[in-house]
Each structure stands twice: as structure tokens, then as C-alpha cells.
């Protein structure tokens, strides 16, 4: 043996105790703090928009005015003649055949070409040496709009001799519709609804509306673009997916994917909104053909217009109990509006219909999803994608059934709640636990928050702090006509993309010694868009290697794809690849180590060594060797792609199919007052409860947990895209007008968290992020109807809504 | 045209600006000082937010001919501004009529050498390193704009009750947290200033 181990106070084949102390800090479970915190808190840290190079071109996009159109002619005369511009594209200058993207269905044109299908689309782009001379040389193209009737909703696409949104389809789902202007459609039949409907003592039916929302994260679309001297091309850009964006840029662009090199820059939240491209390839367009770098930046109006809005849609539901507070059966109808392009409606469709049911054993079931195509805003993904929708509806209709039945609105959910082991409508059995009951428990059991607040808060228990009550400093009340009320609900979501979808991850991870210490580097395409992966990976690396020190590479596409950060899989999915990797770098390092002192210590003919603070130790916290004296010189460096276990179909015709792979579950309570005389409402309370599986770091968790609830919140009584019915033009694109909820609106969010392992995730985990998103909008609803005695079947509610105005 | 001020405590200017350029804008593209952001740029948002001339503004509604010969103060100059008022209200404490940095401190406030134009100044300032410490900080975007509302805020409250703080922060939006870390943030610097002064 030539290498002897240079562990001074650890001689070779002298067994001792792990020190206290010398366990790696900084793993799993713990809330370490994020390594890209001191950076983002100096302004330090560069997003997208932040970008900047050497003489660099500002890109705008020319945007349609009218939702749908021919367009008869396009004059770009006076916008290339404008000085400060170096180019002006249009369709024309597309440089290949392939003239359009989209994530399951390539139906979205780079740039208009012959029509324009909904207000704000793409037609011409401009680079300038100035962003306002950007845009004032894009104000000069004069484009002629041969205006076209608009559809707006199922009525209208549907009804006979309906202008088609697209005229000459052939996706694979057109065979299956019974209208090219219907997307996709998914039928859930189990069991016989009619024959269980006879059993039903009590029989409610609702219909519903939710609203559109927007993703509204802070940090604009926005990139850069440079031209590389292989004629390929660099991109900077915010994302959720950089290897889908990789893989639609490059045929529109005519380079193989090996020229065009993408990296994560800093993203601005993201919520859904990022999973379809937006500027990536008018940038590259532009890069290619002014030969230099080009930055484009949308403003928040464009940003409106720039990505997909969560689905509005209409839900109609029916569903029975007997008199002893059992369900019977459930019947819906679930009408999605998708906008002119597909996006990911298709896959919302899947998860509306086979969440419809929501986290309750209902055996005999009717269920119909759907989603149009219309000339309104695009949808696709966001945070709760399709679930969101449906919690809504059924969450009301627990509360019309417990009241039919006289029973407790939590009372009746937990009589009816799903378990481990009960089957979704899908016929596939929920095999981890599904804590429902327990979760309403939870949130109930809190102490309620205490009775006029704002008396309190005056100190003299006369005067009052108006900034406590609704309307706050609008000084609207003192408290007559505020009333409370309280409402409760639960959520069902599941985790990862579904229906068969090869959700897989790649990980690279390497190990080397750098001045005397172990070191591990994390390399991963996944995009960190705010949520914390990158804090995650790094405890993952120390929990699986024993090292203090990891460094996170950016992502990029020079490493095997992450998959989407989004349906709440990149904890599940890259953390599990990054896992997988360690854990053969580990393999690796230990062979290396039998190989170099196997024969001083019989422990390394062992199993069930462990890296733990820089040593090799057994399982019993022998130290076998320093880990720097293993690897000394050599760096252990593997690249891994993860899965994990695979789903199918649903069957188009039952949708029957074993189509997810994890279940998430939170449940809230909201607390509300209510102006009843003006119609405004304060949020006293949110609480939530989640089982989360195991929090790998439990502040995040909370962070997660408290920002879906606000989104929730958010649609519950204030945000909403407006599209005008008549013109499908959008009213809102402005923060002055689309309304996010402030730190004024956002009350308490006080938080139970369970963990309850999922035996066949990584460390027992389940994905965070989305489940809290559902149930906060219907208990805020709850609550209102509660405090009001009004029945408020649409979201968001209006002053209007409670005052009957 | 050229605009002079002084931001972050240096003396600046800026050469051929359009006088359509916004604050935001010159800090951003020309003084290479990219902390301030523009997720709006219509004054809804707060993540642009500066002090001119020591009050937190939108930079975004600021004509950059507005800020001439005026001083700012972004986020990557909090940290030094922070010490700055610690040399000259120990323990930034506040009693009656004292509070908060008058206009004309503001003015006459230099950079100390090491002070990092690019954010790499060594120190943070109690309210970066609350935002850090209490996992107020997701995707970041709406921090530096936070940052620079809830310094001032504690600079002239420091012992602001939960309604006060929401009250200084309601321009501020941010969409990831759901603003209870924020809060946590908040409350947590005010009591390490407190303890600070006892």
C-alpha cells in the first residue's frame, strides 16, 4: 500500500468516536439560510434584467392592438429608417419553416403571421441603440388589421358556424374533441353517479366562476442575448426550464442545440408564468441578425401580455350525502377558458378533472373537463395549475351540504375525507398518507384570533385604529356594519407532471480537495426562481457527502436537464438527482478508500459506511480516514439522471389511469370582517395546515407555505385580469389596476406543519409549494359567506358582490 | 443632457441623458448600480425604491434631471448609510425630535473608502442581515426596495408596533413570502437595535 493516511490524532486502524461537534452542519432538516442571501440583499445579485454588455441593443416587441385579426399588410418602412435602429423583424424574416413553439402543441407563432389571435400578441420586433428608441420606432410600423369576431367563451366557440381559432389543426388531441375549438377534453367516469344519486338524502348543485389570475412575479420577463463567433448564439434569461426553452428556440432559430447556450440568470419569481418562452427567441432573432448583443426588458404592461394567466373557468358540480353526513356521489363540470394558444392546457385539463373530486372518498362519480380555445389572454400554468379551480367549487359545495345537513362545516369534511389507501376517481389508490382529517384538526383547534382588534388596538377601548379595520386608513369605518365571520377548507394537489410524462432529472456532482478540504459542487440545470432549491441541493450534498463546504454552479445547459421548476417536483425530482449523484460519488470515494487503506481497518470490507464532518466513518462512528486523504489529488466527478416511478394515461373515454405520482395537502382557516356596508373585507387570520412530508428546510417551508396562501388570498378578493367580453381586449395591465395583495392586505399566517413520510420520495418529502394555493382562496370565501349570509359563487369578490350594488 | 448628484456618498455624473430617463433608468444603465429595481416602473411596486435626499422615493417616478445635484442613497449603499447614521445617533435610537436623518446629514453624508459601489461592502446593515437571518429573502426582486422602506422606517421608528410597520411597507409589493418573514425581518432588526442601545 503506498498511500499511508496523514490523520495525525487518527492513526490508521485505531477506531475512534466521532467528535461532537464535527458532524456536518448545515444538512437536511435544518433551516440553513440561502447561499444567494447576502448577495440578493446587497443588490449584488444580477437578474435578467440586470444583464449588460459592450455595446449592447435594446429589443422591443410591436404588440397587436385587437384581439382578432388578419393582418392585410405590415409597413416597417418608417421604423428601419428611424436612426439609433439596427433591425426590424417581421414574420417575413423568420429564418426557417419552423415558425412556431409551444410546450405540448407547436401552435404559437413566433411573430403574427396572416392573423393575430388574441390582444397583445407578437407581430414585429425592433433592436435600437436606446429602449425608447426602441419603442418609438416600433410605434412607426403600420400594421393593417382586418378585424374578426371574437370568442370569448364556451357559447361562442361552440355555436354553429364559430369562426375556428385555428383553422387547420393537427395536434394529437383533435381526434378526441368534440370541437376544434376545444383544446382538449377529459371524461372521469367510476362507479354509476345516477344510481348512487338515488341514495342521497340531501342533493346540492352549484355553479361556479373563477376568475383569471396572473402570476404577477416581480422580476420582468427579460434576457440577453449574444451573438457567439460560431454563428450560435448566448442566452442570459430568466426561466423555469432552460432545456424547453433549448428545445423550441432551436429549430425556429435553424442551429443545432449545441450552438445555443443558455444560462440561468437571476429569476424574479416565476409562479407558472415562465414555463412558456417569451422573449428568448425575438432576442436571439435580433442578436442573429444586428450582429451584436441585444437585452430586452418588458415593462409591467408588456409583462401582461408576455406570459399565460391561470385559467379562468366555469364549474358546475352536483353532489349528494345521505342524512347521516355521507357523500354519495359527485358529478362536474369543469369549463376552462385556454386562450388562442395551447400552452399547458391540455395538462390542466388532466389535473382539473382528476382532482375535481378533491381530497374525499366520493366511489361513484361523472366528470367532464375541458379547456377552449378563445381569442382571450393565453393560459397555461400557474401555481395549483387546474386544482385551483376546482377547490373552489367543491369547497363551497362541503359547505351547502353541511348546512343542508345541519352539521359542522369540518365535522362533515373529516366524515368524508380521503385516506391512505382510498381510491381517487381515477381508480388509483392514494398509497401515502393523507393526513385530512387530521390537517382540519389542525386549523381548527387554533386559537381564534381575538374579537375586534381594532378596539383593542386603540388602547383605551373606545377609540378605534382604523388601520385594523376594512378599509384601513380610507378611514371608511369605525366598526358599525363590520361583522366576522369564519371559514375552513381543505385541498388535494398532486406533485410532479403527470399522465406517463418522463419526469426525470440530472444532477452532476463532483468531489475534489481544495486547500485541505473536502469540497462538493452541485451542478443542476434547475432553475432557482425564488423558491430555494439551490439552499436545498446544498444541504442534500453535506447531509449525502459529510462535507461542510458545497458550491452551487449556475444552471446551465451544459448539464443533462432538471425538468421544470414548477408542480412542485424540484425538491422530489433534482433533489432526488442530486441525491443519486451524491450517493454514487460517495460509492466511488469508499471504493477508493478500499482500494488506498482497505487493509488497515477490517471495517472497510464493511457496508454502511458513512462521509460524515470530512471522515469516513462506520455506522457505528468509527473513523476510518479523512476523506482529503482519500481522495488527495483526484476529483470524483458524476453526472446521474434521477426518475422516479413512472405514471400512465388516463384512458381518454374513463380516465382511468394510475396518472400521478404524489398527493400534497394543506388546509386553511380564514378569519374575516366584513364592511357590509361598503363591501370590504379585512383578513383577520390564515392559518394553514401541511404535511409536508419531511422539511428539508423548514424555513422555506414556511416561506412556501405563506406565499401560496397570500396568492390564494390574493384571488379570493382582489385579483383578477378583466377582458373585456365584447372586444376580448385586456382592461387591467397594470399594477395600478391589477391588484396584488399588500403587505396591509396579507394578515397572519400562522402555520402547523406535518411530516408524515412518503415512503417512496427522497427523504420522505412531498412537494410544497402549490397545495397551500388551493384552500386558502375557498376558506376566504367561506369566511366572507359565513360573516355575510351571501352565497358568492365567484372569485375574486367585489365590494359589489357584498353589497348587492 | 448632464446630471450631477452624489449616490452613495461619491459625487457622480451622467453624460448625455435623455431627459425622458427616469432615476431608475440612470442608476440602472449608466451608473451601473443595478440594485434598485423595475418590476413596475410605474410607482405601484416599491422595488425601486431610494432616498433623495434622505426620503424613500420611487425611483422610477423621479426624473433623472430631478435628482440634480441631490443625494441618493440605493441598496447597495445601505450598509455604509447604516453606519453612517451609527456614528452620529449611537445605537440609532430616537428620543423626541431627534430621529431619522435630516436633510441636510443626508446631504453632507461622504462614502467611506471601502464602501462598495457594487454591494460588496463587508458589513450589512442590521436590516439586510434580518432579512437574511429571517428568511424574508425568495426570489429577492422586491428586497432592495423593503430594504431601503424598512431602514427608514427604523431609522425614525425604532420600536414600530406590527400596524406600523405594515403601514410603512404597504407600497412595497412583494410576491413570494407573503410578507410574514418580512415582517419577522422587521421586527427582528428593531429588536437587535434595541438590544444595541441597552
New interface residues.
Given amino acids: 500500500m503506498a498511500h499511508t493516511p496523514r490523520v495525525s490524532s487518527v492513526p490508521a486502524g485505531t477506531p475512534t468516536d466521532i467528535s461532537q461537534g464535527s458532524r456536518t452542519r448545515g444538512g437536511v432538516g435544518e433551516?440553513t439560510?440561502?447561499p444567494?442571501?447576502?448577495?440578493?440583499?446587497?443588490?449584488?445579485?444580477?437578474?435578467s434584467?440586470?444583464m449588460?454588455h459592450e455595446d449592447m441593443l435594446w429589443g422591443h416587441t410591436l404588440r397587436s392592438t385587437v384581439a382578432h385579426a388578419e393582418i392585410r399588410s405590415i409597413d416597417i418602412g418608417e421604423a428601419v429608417a428611424t436612426p439609433g435602429v439596427h433591425a426590424v423583424l417581421t414574420y417575413d424574416d423568420l429564418p426557417t419553416a419552423c415558425k412556431n413553439y409551444g410546450l405540448e402543441i407547436r401552435d404559437t407563432p413566433v411573430l403574427a403571421h396572416g392573423k393575430v389571435r388574441h390582444h397583445g400578441e407578437p407581430v414585429a420586433l425592433v433592436c435600437a441603440d436606446?429602449p425608447?428608441t426602441a419603442r418609438r420606432a416600433a410605434a412607426k410600423i403600420k400594421v393593417d388589421y382586418a378585424e374578426l369576431p371574437v370568442i370569448t367563451d364556451e357559447a361562442s366557440a361552440t355555436a354553429p358556424g364559430a369562426v375556428l381559432v385555428h383553422e387547420s389543426r393537427d395536434d394529437h388531441h383533435i381526434a378526441h374533441v368534440p370541437h376544434p375549438n376545444i383544446v382538449h377534453r377529459q371524461p372521469i367516469v367510476r362507479g354509476d353517479a345516477e344510481a348512487a344519486a338515488q341514495r342521497a338524502d340531501v342533493i346540492v348543485r352549484g355553479e361556479y366562476t373563477f376568475g383569471m389570475q396572473d402570476?404577477?412575479?416581480?422580476?420582468?420577463e427579460s434576457g440577453l442575448a449574444v451573438p457567439s463567433e460560431d454563428g450560435g448564439v448566448e442566452l442570459y434569461v430568466a426561466t423555469q426550464w432552460l432545456h424547453s426553452d433549448l428545445r423550441q428556440i432551436a429549430p425556429v432559430l435553424g442551429l443545432p442545440e449545441e450552438k445555443i447556450r443558455m444560462t440561468l440568470s437571476?429569476?424574479?419569481?416565476?409562479?407558472g408564468g415562465r414555463e412558456d418562452l417569451s422573449m428568448q427567441i425575438h432576442a436571439c432573432l435580433l442578436a442573429l441578425r444586428s450582429g451584436k448583443p441585444v437585452k430586452m426588458?418588458y415593462?409591467?404592461f408588456e409583462s401582461f401580455f408576455g406570459h399565460v394567466h391561470r385559467h379562468p373557468a366555469k364549474l358546475s358540480y352536483e353532489h349528494g350525502a345521505t342524512k347521516d353526513g355521507k357523500l354519495t356521489h359527485m358529478k362536474c363540470r369543469i369549463v376552462l377558458d385556454g386562450g388562442a394558444y395551447a400552452s399547458a392546457s391540455p395538462a390542466v385539463v388532466g389535473n382539473a378533472s382528476s382532482l375535481s373530486v378533491g381530497p374525499y372518498a366520493i366511489e361513484d362519480v361523472d366528470i367532464e373537463a375541458l379547456a377552449l380555445y378563445s381569442n382571450n389572454p393565453p393560459c397555461g400554468a400557474m401555481r395549483g395549475f387546474g386544482a385551483v379551480q376546482a377547490c373552489f367549487a367543491y369547497e363551497a359545495q362541503m359547505d351547502k351540504l353541511a348546512a343542508k345537513l345541519d352539521m359542522d362545516p369540518v365535522t362533515f369534511r373529516q366524515l368524508n375525507a380521503m385516506k391512505r389507501g382510498t381510491l381517487l376517481p381515477t381508480g388509483q389508490p392514494c398509497d401515502s398518507p393523507a393526513p385530512v382529517a387530521e390537517l382540519l384538526r389542525l386549523v381548527k383547534a387554533r386559537p381564534m384570533p381575538p374579537e375586534r382588534q381594532w378596539l383593542a388596538?386603540g388602547g383605551d377601548g373606545r377609540t378605534v385604529?382604523v388601520?385594523?379595520l376594512p378599509g384601513g386608513?380610507s378611514n371608511t369605518t369605525h366598526g358599525e356594519g363590520v361583522v366576522r365571520g369564519v371559514g375552513y377548507a381543505v385541498g388535494l394537489k398532486n406533485v410532479g407532471f403527470s399522465e406517463g410524462f418522463d419526469d426525470y432529472s440530472t444532477a452532476r456532482v463532483r468531489m475534489e480537495v481544495i486547500n485541505g478540504e473536502p469540497v462538493a459542487t452541485v451542478h443542476t440545470a434547475m432553475a432557482e426562481?425564488?423558491?430555494?432549491g439551490v439552499t436545498v441541493h446544498a444541504q442534500i450534498a453535506r447531509t449525502e457527502l459529510g462535507v461542510s463546504q458545497v458550491t452551487i454552479q449556475p444552471a446551465d445547459t451544459r448539464v443533462g436537464s432538471a425538468g421544470s421548476t414548477s408542480a412542485s417536483r424540484q425538491t422530489y425530482v433534482t433533489g432526488g438527482a442530486v441525491k443519486h449523484s451524491c450517493e454514487a460519488v460517495r460509492e466511488e470515494l469508499l471504493e477508493l478508500g478500499r482500494r488506498k487503506f482497505g487493509s488497515y481497518h477490517p471495517a472497510w470490507a464493511t457496508a454502511g459506511l458513512l462521509l460524515e464532518g470530512g471522515k469516513v466513518v462506520t455506522d457505528g462512528g468509527e473513523v476510518l480516514a479523512e476523506v482529503a486523504d482519500v481522495l488527495e489529488e483526484e476529483a470524483i466527478d458524476i453526472e446521474r439522471e434521477w426518475r422516479h416511478r413512472p405514471t400512465e394515461a388516463f384512458d381518454r373515454r374513463t380516465g382511468q389511469g394510475n396518472g400521478h405520482v404524489q398527493y400534497s395537502f394543506a388546509a386553511h382557516r380564514a378569519v374575516v370582517e366584513v364592511d357590509t356596508e361598503l363591501g370590504l373585507v379585512k383578513v383577520i387570520e390564515l392559518a394553514c395546515a401541511q404535511d409536508v412530508g419531511k422539511a428539508l428546510n423548514p424555513?422555506?417551508v414556511?416561506?412556501q407555505?405563506?406565499?401560496?396562501?397570500?396568492?390564494g388570498l390574493g384571488i379570493a378578493v382582489m385579483e383578477e385580469i378583466i377582458v373585456d367580453p365584447k372586444t376580448a381586449k385586456v382592461r387591467n395591465p397594470?399594477?395600478?389596476d391589477y391588484l396584488?395583495p399588500?403587505?396591509?392586505d396579507?394578515p397572519?399566517?400562522p402555520v402547523d406543519v406535518l411530516e408524515l413520510a412518503d415512503d417512496h420520495a427522497p427523504y420522505g418529502l412531498r412537494g410544497v409549494g402549490e397545495a397551500p394555493t388551493l384552500s386558502s382562496t375557498p376558506a376566504v370565501l367561506a369566511a366572507i359567506r359565513n360573516a355575510t349570509g351571501l352565497e358568492l359563487d365567484r372569485t375574486p369578490v367585489r365590494p359589489e358582490h357584498l353589497t348587492g350594488t | 443632457m448632464r446630471v450631477h448628484f452624489t449616490v452613495n456618498g461619491r459625487p457622480q455624473e451622467a453624460d448625455d441623458v435623455?431627459e425622458?430617463?427616469s432615476l431608475l433608468y440612470v442608476l440602472?444603465?449608466r451608473m451601473?448600480?443595478?440594485?434598485?429595481?423595475?418590476?413596475?416602473?410605474?410607482g405601484?411596486?416599491g422595488?425601486c425604491t431610494v432616498r433623495l435626499d434622505g426620503v424613500p422615493v420611487c425611483s422610477c417616478l423621479v426624473a433623472a434631471g430631478q435628482a440634480e445635484g441631490r443625494g441618493i442613497v440605493?441598496?447597495?449603499g445601505?450598509?455604509a448609510y447604516a453606519r453612517h447614521r451609527e456614528d452620529i445617533h449611537p445605537g440609532g435610537g430616537c428620543t423626541s425630535g431627534s430621529c431619522g436623518t435630516s436633510l441636510d446629514a443626508a446631504r453632507r453624508w461622504q462614502a467611506e473608502p471601502t464602501d462598495?459601489q457594487?454591494?460588496?461592502?463587508g458589513e450589512?446593515a442590521p436590516i439586510?442581515?434580518a432579512?437574511?437571518?429571517a428568511?424574508a429573502?425568495?426570489?429577492?426582486?422586491?428586497?432592495?426596495g423593503l430594504?431601503v422602506a424598512a431602514d427608514e422606517l427604523l431609522e425614525s421608528h425604532p420600536s414600530p408596533t406590527d400596524?406600523d410597520?405594515?403601514?410603512a411597507?404597504?407600497?412595497?409589493?412583494?410576491?413570494?413570502?407573503?410578507?410574514?418573514?418580512?415582517?419577522d425581518a422587521v421586527r427582528l432588526a428593531a429588536a437587535r437595535q434595541e438590544e444595541a442601545v441597552r
Fill in positions: 433551516s439560510l440561502r444567494d442571501g447576502t448577495l440578493k440583499v446587497t443588490g449584488a445579485f444580477a437578474y434584467s440586470d449588460w436606446h425608447e402570476q404577477a412575479f416581480l422580476g420582468p437571476g429569476v424574479g419569481g416565476a409562479f426588458v415593462n409591467r388596538a385604529d388601520r385594523a386608513l426562481v425564488g423558491q430555494g424555513l422555506s414556511l416561506g407555505i405563506q406565499g401560496g396562501t397570500t396568492q397594470s399594477f395600478t396584488i399588500t403587505i396591509l396579507t397572519a399566517i | 435623455w425622458g430617463e440602472r444603465e451601473g448600480l443595478p440594485g434598485s429595481k423595475n418590476a413596475c416602473e410605474q405601484e411596486c422595488s440605493t441598496v447597495e445601505l450598509a462598495g457594487s454591494g460588496e461592502a450589512l439586510q442581515q432579512f437574511i437571518d428568511g429573502v425568495q426570489c429577492g426582486f422586491c428586497t432592495p430594504l400596524q410597520i405594515r403601514e411597507l404597504s407600497g412595497n409589493l412583494c410576491r413570494c413570502t407573503g410578507y410574514e418573514k418580512i415582517l
